[in-house]
């Protein structure tokens, strides 16, 4: 038991730097240092009474806590910003980038901005559900305006922050309403994944989905892990899936890349437009982030469609009541951007020429980085994957000492599961990559 | 994905193609096909959404929705907090919209996601409106700021990193205090207690019950302080009520956490309505702050504010924000750029932020003089009671006293639309309908109990 009682201020810091040793590491062990006794954190018993004031004023009450570890995704890009060689490649977050690697905004993005200054619109708070018009066009743009279950308005719709608010949305949901029941997640899978049903205290499972050895889909382990799951799971699927409907799973899409796989707004929604057709209920998460390049604008939704009218409006209700103590109500900013866009007709096709534009400058580059690859690799390695991956993203197959060393020796940054963002990558840069 | 593979050769191929033609929309053969039709779709019977029931429309913004169904030309929207110009309309500032076409014209602009804490320059500017262009604290880099989606993200991410992080779980809030605090906190994993605030019997503070619960607060616990403009009372500290709440609760180590909504718009002055939270910084201590644009910029629906916190050191300052990160990543990864640049385009600019203050003034000036009318309005009606209160409360809103009975009579006789404890937007009136309202005041206070 350490002596306080004439510790001097600075002596008692001095002491609480040998201590920072001893204390356990983790959230919020101040008690360690103060008191045995956890949730008292000054020193007040016993003879240490006149120096609690002294305690209470000069420590932290934060000094427990520890660095967090630097967000894989985001986190290297301070590195990347740092490293001063010219020959240096970002191939980490999936923002798309033009062939000259800038950043890109849309010319209906600055179209529709513009229109929505001329028109001198309000800033009045949103509802708690998101702007209406917004909620309407996305729904549409994902099911098509004639499926059933918008005709029957049996979607609960509502708008969220991107795809992250989006999922989170739903977590949310899903741990309220279905108590106990898991979230099954492909192995890999966007890292962020984890951490918001982790938040959400929703138990998550991984499902096999990756094949290291063929680079590719590892169907019958994905369908083995997906059946031996607990009754009415919840599956989140990236664009293109398997059904998971034995044991009334509830399959839950992630669409972060509509219209941005294959270039086209409708072939992208495909498996989405299929299940609801069948008339199951599912999950959506949305995200105009990519195919709108409205990133920083955090524009999305969830949507969920339901079996009859009434019980999208309840499930509705019940999500605006997860939003109001979280934000209260979301931003108003690319949510009229959106409804701008894909509301009026002569945008909206403007819109889908710039996206096949964006989607086929990444197809090119996976052509051409197969090209350099199977030319260069003497070594007989099966390069197709890159052509067969679908989307922003490739997984080269790199293990974590492979791309550490890509990004020490030869300063291109990329993820450390192996993924590079091919729409960091430009045809000139190809050469180099390989 | 190319669904016309060459016939396939290895197997890896061969499901990958039956996937394909999945995509492609092709019929499966039914050896593959495992997707059965939901058993009943349109009947609610086999939903497994079935257990959920409709939620309670929100007591605020429901306020506005029945106003909205009301076809009275008469009909007053004294609802929610969001101000509104003597014709009745909504005020979108002259400074913002010269920022925004500013920023719309900047071809260099981008939308690339923001970092994970937000726009670094408006961070920045946030702390130095709040804390003072010289704070100490802020050259010592003891205060972290992060870029959070207006008052009520601010709060949530703080909570959420308090229930984390620090060792009291339990947060004390002011009785009343705005509808949607207990709820932010207590889904952030807190528990909640309340401290005593309004004297119905004064309409003024109850300043001896507060620091009575205060004082009775465990030791190390949150307690949540409206900086100034009290919602929904309207009713402040003195600064010299200020001073004895600050020594008592750093005399009991309680983590003070503020909720700024309305700095400028409480006195007029944005400095002055920042004191009491530079008392607490002033004396070395720590503290937690959420700020909100929405009204004082009236950026109400671009959700822009910023959650600050002040420790002892720099290092505990950077880790804390290392942890506000893990916070802010799963819920919505990074906040939305458009209301930030607004914000620090004007804080920024010497002669916007001058036209700001001025027009800020304006505003706060138009609300103080709507609460003159009303007292004088029901003063020549001879309205029974002291209507004093509605002067000496300060900010948006007045706690009229009114009870629910009356609210509801107010309503439906009158088309008058306000929050059932009796809460009335101040800047929902205009010199033309201070009349109404106190012909409709005046009505329930003598005919209904």
Request: charged share 20%; with cysteine; hydrophobic share 40%.
């Amino acid at each position: 038991m350490i002596s306080l009682a004439s510790a001097t201020p600075s002596a008692l810091l001095s002491v609480q730097e040998t201590l920072k040793g001893k204390t356990r590491l983790g959230s919020g062990c101040v008690s360690t240092l103060f008191n045995k006794e956890k949730g008292k954190p000054s020193i007040k018993k016993k003879s240490c009474g006149r120096i609690s004031m002294t305690v209470a004023v000069n420590v932290s009450r934060f000094e427990g806590i520890v660095m967090a570890p630097p967000d894989p995704i985001h986190g290297f890009s301070e590195a990347f910003r740092a490293d001063v060689d010219v020959k240096k490649l970002s191939l980490g977050v999936g923002a798309y980038r033009t062939e000259e690697l800038q950043p890109y905004v849309l010319d209906v993005v600055k179209k529709a901005e513009n229109l929505m200054l001329e028109r001198g619109e309000n800033k009045e708070y949103l509802s708690m559900e998101g702007l209406a018009a917004f909620n309407k066009v996305t729904a549409e743009l994902l099911f098509g305006a004639d499926n059933p279950v918008i005709e029957q308005q049996r979607v609960a719709t509502v708008q969220g922050l991107s795809g992250t608010g989006s999922l989170r949305l739903a977590a949310a949901l899903i741990e309220r309403y279905f108590p106990g029941a898991k979230v099954l997640i492909s192995s890999p899978t966007w890292g962020n994944h984890m951490n918001i049903f982790n938040d959400a205290r929703v138990p998550w499972s991984e499902y096999r989905y990756y094949d290291p050895k063929t680079v590719g889909l590892d169907f019958e382990g994905m369908i083995s892990d997906i059946k031996a799951a607990p009754e009415g799971s919840f599956v989140l699927l990236h664009g293109c899936a398997h059904n998971p409907t034995e044991k009334n799973h509830i399959p839950f899409f992630d669409v972060a890349y509509q219209g941005f796989a294959s270039g086209s707004l409708d072939a992208d929604a495909s498996s989405v437009r299929l299940f609801a057709e069948r008339g199951m209920e599912l999950l959506v998460a949305q995200s105009y982030s990519k195919n709108l390049g409205l990133y920083a604008e955090r524009i999305g939704a969830i949507n969920v469609v339901c079996s009859s009218t009434d019980a999208a409006a309840r499930v509705k209700s019940q999500l605006k009541r997860i939003a109001r103590p979280m934000y209260s109500s979301p931003p108003v900013h690319g949510a009229r951007i959106v409804a701008n866009v894909v509301g009026d007709p002569a945008l909206f096709n403007e819109w889908k020429v710039e996206m096949e534009m964006m989607a086929g400058r990444i197809k090119n580059v996976r052509q051409k980085l197969f090209d350099c690859l199977s030319a260069k690799d003497k070594s007989g390695k099966d390069w197709s994957f890159i052509l067969k991956q679908i989307g922003m993203f490739s997984f080269t197959g790199l293990n974590k000492t492979q791309s550490d060393n890509m990004t020490n020796k030869w300063h291109v940054y990329m993820t450390k599961d192996g993924r590079i963002s091919l729409a960091g990558l430009s045809l000139a840069k190809c050469e180099y990559l390989c | 994905m190319n669904p016309e593979l060459a016939s396939p050769s290895s197997s890896s191929d061969r499901r990958i193609s039956v996937l394909a033609r999945h995509l492609a929309g092709v019929e499966m053969d039914s050896k593959n096909d495992s997707i059965s039709a939901f058993p009943t779709s349109g009947s609610d019977n086999n939903s497994v959404f079935s257990h959920v029931v409709r939620g309670p429309e929100d007591p605020i913004l429901g306020v506005t929705v029945a106003y909205n169904k009301d076809p009275s030309p008469v009909k007053l929207n004294l609802g929610v907090g969001a101000y509104r110009t003597e014709e009745g309309k909504p005020l979108v500032l002259n400074v913002v919209r010269k920022a925004e076409l500013l920023l719309v014209n900047d071809r260099s602009r981008v939308k690339e996601y923001l970092p994970i804490t937000g726009l670094a320059e408006f961070n920045k500017l946030s702390a130095k409106l709040m804390f003072g262009a010289n704070c100490p604290a802020i050259q010592e880099n003891r205060v972290t700021t992060v870029q959070c989606l207006s008052g009520t993200g601010s709060l949530r991410v703080g909570a959420e990193f308090l229930a984390k992080h620090y060792l009291q779980r339990t947060i004390y809030i002011p009785q009343p205090t705005w509808g949607n605090h207990p709820k932010i906190f207590t889904l952030a994993g807190l528990s909640v207690k309340t401290y005593r605030y309004y004297d119905p019997a004064t309409r003024g503070l109850n300043f001896q019950g507060l620091v009575e619960d205060l004082s009775s607060a465990s030791s190390g616990a949150i307690v949540l302080l409206h900086a100034c403009a009290h919602n929904p009372t309207g009713v402040d500290p003195t600064f010299q009520q200020w001073e004895q709440i600050r020594k008592l609760m750093r005399s009991k180590g309680l983590m003070p956490f503020f909720d700024s909504a309305y700095q400028g718009f409480a006195s007029g002055n944005l400095d002055a309505d920042a004191q009491p939270i530079r008392m607490f910084v002033a004396d070395g201590g720590e503290l937690l702050l959420a700020q909100s644009y929405a009204k004082n910029m009236g950026l109400y629906g671009e959700r822009i504010g910023a959650l600050s916190i002040v420790c002892k050191t720099a290092d505990v300052a950077a880790r804390v924000e290392s942890q506000l990160k893990l916070v802010i990543r799963p819920m919505y990864s990074n906040p939305p750029i458009h209301g930030a640049s607004i914000v620090a385009a004007i804080l920024k600019n010497r002669d916007l932020y001058n036209e700001w203050t001025i027009e800020l003034k304006a505003m706060a000036d138009r609300i103080i003089s709507m609460r003159q009318k009303l007292f004088e309005a029901l003063r020549a009606r001879g309205t029974p009671g002291d209507w004093s209160h509605i002067v000496k409360q300060i900010g948006m809103f007045t706690f009229t006293g009114l009870n629910s009975k009356q609210v509801s009579f107010m309503t439906k006789e009158y088309h008058i639309y306000m929050t059932s404890d009796g809460r009335i937007s101040m800047a929902g009136l205009s010199s033309k309908t201070v009349p109404h309202l106190a012909d409709a005041i005046h009505a329930a206070v003598k005919q209904v109990v």
